[in-house]
């Protein structure tokens, strides 16, 4: 009587912990959207790109928060749990993706792009149909994210309040949709480097604690052992379902909505490239935590019933209650940041490419903001939507990588550096990601031999996108021709087109322009 008392204090501790949590967010972001911007004064970019001049340390706060995510933090202890040292492949896997992210796209930031679709569709001279069909994969790919991020932070609440899974992903959906709503991304960026800094520092308390719980390092060492041990004695070659892992996680970053949104707002090429470099160093360091966390847990718990639930048993059973409370804001923080990263882009998208293939135009400068506040509850519920349904975070992510990302990154790469990709090769690409992934999941000996579909739905879709490419027309107009009429549908008046064009395109001449 006496325990199960105390355990429902711990509850409502825990619970109050993330009311006042999240109402200080709430808190931050009206502020700052109020101090950045008056409502009458603020822009669509402003809303959606923070006006496209965010500094360097804003944007290393915003991309460290939204790589320690959900998928990295609590998907990646659970997959510890059951693979030991194979949870540090999820970070591994982040950080080369991020530091090829300020290698390859950084450049990019001087297109003065709004969304991805229209990157990508720039790659096949504006076609308009790329365009629209790599907003409608965005679009999914965001509202996928989202729903993972709603997952996982539903299962944080759920294990340390006592709440059900279903009032969980509730609260975590209304929670974050609130300061988004109210601030843009103005309020995501600032919120985002508070959050940084908690769960960092929530982590590796956690890990310290975890330590001194099993004995010490040599205590996760022997574990680690005698789980590899009993895996290599149950499966002679499991080397490449962990391969498939971090190259989805690499995909997965590389070809994100919500990090290219990351370049697209910046202040300059030099301030995204060096907030990537710091956010991939610092993502590797990371990425030991997780695996840590995986293996205490396992240690102390080995009959859990979900893995995913590994890193919340740790924050009741292994710190002190104040401790624990500070440990669940770090969880709750990878969670929030990471979501309202991927509901802004979600939005860009519905407002900068999918409200044109509806309507026929862009929607009204002064309707953006509000139009946009309206996209962002719809996406938050589509998303919700999704996270009802799931219960597994790393399944979760990696399927949605496979059937919607590996097309992107295949489209994105080829575009970047090959001029001979056109229409055809990119819907090629597009439309073979997915039934590749289907076949492998379908197929249960290939998705055991692979792990999930991410490695052959990637390898195929470059192969289709440069044979579609190779068997049809080249694109018949420049590249920078291509940037001219991308200029021309966000802006009506001809002397904005021009203005535009010259400060995105500074080589296109007069006659591009017209």
């Not at 004995?215 to 490449?240: C, K, N, P, T």
Request: aromatic share 10%; proline share 4%.
């Amino acid at each position: 009587m006496q325990q199960t008392m105390q355990q429902t204090e711990q509850q409502w501790l825990f619970l109050a912990g993330f009311a006042v949590y999240l109402l200080a967010m709430i808190a931050l972001g009206w502020w700052v959207s109020r101090r950045q911007h008056g409502d009458a004064q603020q822009s669509g970019e402003d809303f959606l790109l923070g006006g496209r001049a965010l500094p360097f340390w804003l944007m290393l706060g915003t991309t460290v928060a939204t790589m320690v995510g959900t998928g990295s933090s609590m998907g990646a202890v659970g997959y510890a749990y059951q693979h030991g040292w194979g949870g540090v492949l999820y970070g591994l896997g982040g950080g080369i993706g991020i530091l090829l992210l300020a290698w390859w796209f950084a450049p990019l930031r001087r297109f003065n792009f709004l969304t991805m679709a229209e990157e990508l569709s720039y790659y096949t001279g504006a076609d308009k149909q790329v365009r629209h069909v790599v907003g409608v994969l965005i679009f999914i790919a965001c509202i996928g994210w989202l729903g993972a991020h709603i997952l996982g932070g539903s299962m944080y609440l759920a294990w340390l309040t006592g709440l059900s899974l279903t009032e969980s992903k509730l609260l975590i959906a209304a929670g974050f949709a609130i300061y988004v709503v109210i601030g843009g991304y103005t309020a995501v960026v600032w919120t985002d480097a508070i959050q940084a800094l908690i769960l960092f520092c929530g982590f590796v308390l956690m890990a310290g604690f975890a330590l001194v719980a099993v004995g010490g390092v040599d205590a996760i060492e022997a574990q680690a052992s005698v789980l590899s041990a009993r895996q290599s004695a149950a499966q002679a070659s499991s080397w490449l379902p962990g391969l498939s892992l971090a190259v989805a996680v690499a995909i997965g970053v590389l070809a994100t909505p919500s990090f290219r949104q990351r370049i697209y707002s910046g202040k300059d090429v030099s301030a995204i490239r060096k907030s990537f470099v710091w956010s991939g160093v610092l993502y590797l360091f990371f990425s030991l935590i997780p695996a840590v966390l995986g293996l205490a847990a396992l240690q102390l718990a080995p009959a859990l019933d979900n893995p995913s639930y590994a890193f919340p048993f740790l924050a009741l059973n292994t710190l002190p209650l104040a401790l624990g409370v500070l440990v669940l804001l770090a969880g709750i923080s990878a969670t929030l940041s990471s979501a309202s990263s991927d509901a802004i882009a979600g939005v860009s998208v519905l407002v900068g490419d999918l409200y044109k293939v509806v309507c026929g135009r862009l929607p009204p400068p002064e309707q953006v903001v509000l139009l946009s506040r309206f996209g962002l509850v719809a996406v938050v519920a589509l998303a919700l939507g999704f996270a009802l349904l799931a219960d597994n975070i790393i399944g979760y992510i990696t399927t949605m990588v496979g059937m919607v990302l590996s097309g992107l990154f295949a489209v994105a790469v080829l575009g970047l550096r090959w001029t001979r990709l056109n229409k055809t090769g990119a819907l090629a690409a597009l439309v073979m990601a997915p039934l590749v992934s289907l076949t492998v999941l379908w197929w249960p000996g290939a998705q055991a031999f692979w792990g999930n579909p991410v490695i052959p739905a990637t390898l195929l879709s470059l192969l289709a996108a440069i044979v579609g490419s190779l068997l049809t027309k080249p694109v018949a107009i420049s590249r920078s021709e291509a940037l001219v009429l991308l200029a021309a549908g966000r802006v009506t008046d001809q002397s904005a087109i021009t203005a535009q064009t010259t400060a995105t395109y500074p080589s296109a001449t007069q006659a591009e322009v017209r």
